[in-house]
Structures are given as C-alpha cells and as structure tokens.
C-alpha cells in the first residue's frame, strides 16, 4: 500500500494517511529459521504422538538427532504453537450446572439426502515458514465440500466468510 517512490506524497504523507509510524514500516521480522525446523519437528512429533509433553518430545528430538535441545527451548515453541500433551485432567468431564445444556438434534435423524445437514471444519496444513488455516462447509451425506476458505492467521473474519455460498446451486 505504500509506494516510497509516489511522485504526489511522502512517505511520510502515506504513513500518517495509513496513520502507522515509520518504525512499523522499516521493520524487519526476525526470523530464526532454525526455530521454524524445530517447530516443524515438534509438529511431527506431536501429530504422531498427541500424548507426549515437552520432556517426551525432547527425548523424542534427542533420539532422532544428534542436536541437543533444550526442554525450555521446546517448552516455550510448543506454547507459542499452542500445543500441549493430550492427557486425562481432573474433573473435566463434570459439566457447570449453570451452564445452558443444548440438546444434540441429529441424534435419531436418518441423513439420506443431500442438503439434509451441513457441517463445518477448520484445520491447519503446515507450510515451510509457518500454517495455513482451512475452513470448509461440507455436506454431510455427500461428503461434497459446498464451501472453503483459506487464511495465514486464525481470526474470526475468514470463518465467518467462508459459509457464504454464493457459487453453490
């Protein structure tokens, strides 16, 4: 959006217009591209192993490299990716009583058609430099995806467009 080289305003003329300060325009992320291998690795690892916490996935990096890491290191990478080891917490399946209880209304209904019931999906597909988010509307009976969106950051915006079903007859 911002062109330094405009013929009719200054940089600094776009930036105020855009209302950003001049730092945020010469900033350069730091990318440590050794931390996205290992967030790679511990992906894997966590995909293949949901189970494991971070002393397990040290252990588990330990055992397929010879690169020692730190379990600090892969503590806070597993924190910042948002996972955590898959195990029974206390009293999680005790429900608040003042919580509102839904009733589930496809429980004895037959799906034998198409259109009958849509359902919606997001996941994650990893890429080299970090994830990309995917939502889809899909029917249930068909399996046939009405409706996909995809975005570099998971904000309510995307999934919130992606059911629009303009292209679907």
């Not at 799906?111 to 890429?127: A, F, G, L, R």
């Not at 995917?134 to 068909?142: E, F, G, N």
Request: some cysteine; aromatic content about 12%.
């Amino acid at each position: 959006m911002i062109d330094k080289d405009h013929h009719l305003l200054s940089l600094k003329e776009q930036l105020e217009l855009l209302d950003l300060n001049k730092s945020t325009y010469y900033y350069q992320p730091q990318l440590n591209n050794n931390d996205f291998i290992v967030r790679k690795k511990i992906d894997q690892i966590y995909t293949k192993y949901p189970f494991y916490g971070s002393r397990k996935v040290t252990a588990e990096l330990k055992n397929n490299n010879d690169e020692i890491i730190n379990r600090k290191r892969i503590q806070r990478l597993m924190r910042i990716m948002g996972i955590e080891a898959i195990y029974q917490k206390p009293k999680l399946s005790q429900g608040n009583k003042e919580h509102k209880k839904y009733p589930y209304l496809l429980r004895n209904l037959i799906i034998n058609k198409p259109n009958q019931v849509w359902c919606t999906d997001i996941t994650y597909i990893p890429m080299g430099m970090g994830h990309l988010y995917l939502i889809a509307v899909m029917d249930w009976y068909s399996r046939y995806v009405l409706s996909w969106e995809l975005s570099n950051s998971l904000d309510s915006s995307f999934c919130v467009s992606a059911p629009h079903l303009s292209k679907v007859k």
